[in-house]
């Protein structure tokens, strides 16, 4: 077996074992994060009707007007967290679960994290 197989069969069977553990919490609102190699994405999640609620990445231009030239990736997770909690507030959601989705809780996916909660995100 490859290597990138391997990666991507591993970050699969964390991803499955932490999408249980957030679906038995109960109804709760699903915070989840997608981090590419240039972009990262956030999106609050309704399960129980399918439905992306509130959304907020790099790429927005919201997000990109914010965004300058000496930023490092971090500081724009950070930046994309809180604007995610911003307009989770104005959406009347105030907490949430958080679902890493597979990926290690260090560097751009703990600034969201961080980012969301100074926001006024509940986790």
């Known amino acids: 077996m490859r290597i990138q197989e391997l990666k991507a069969k591993r970050l699969l069977r964390r991803k499955r074992h932490i999408r249980k553990s957030l679906t038995m919490k109960g109804g709760k609102l699903r915070l989840t994060v997608f981090r ?22 790099t790429i927005d231009k919201e997000v990109k007007a914010m965004i300058t030239k000496d930023m490092k990736k971090i500081d724009e997770a950070k930046l994309v ?32 994290a961080d980012g969301a909660r100074e926001g006024g995100l509940e986790f």
């Open 81 to 112: 967290g809180k604007i995610i909690a911003k307009r989770a507030l104005e959406a009347n959601i105030k907490n949430v679960a958080f679902d890493r989705n597979g990926y290690i809780y260090h560097g751009r996916v703990q600034a969201l």
């Open 36 to 57: 590419s190699l240039n972009n990262i994405y956030a999106q609050i999640i309704d399960d129980l009707q399918r439905k992306t609620l509130v959304s907020a990445s």
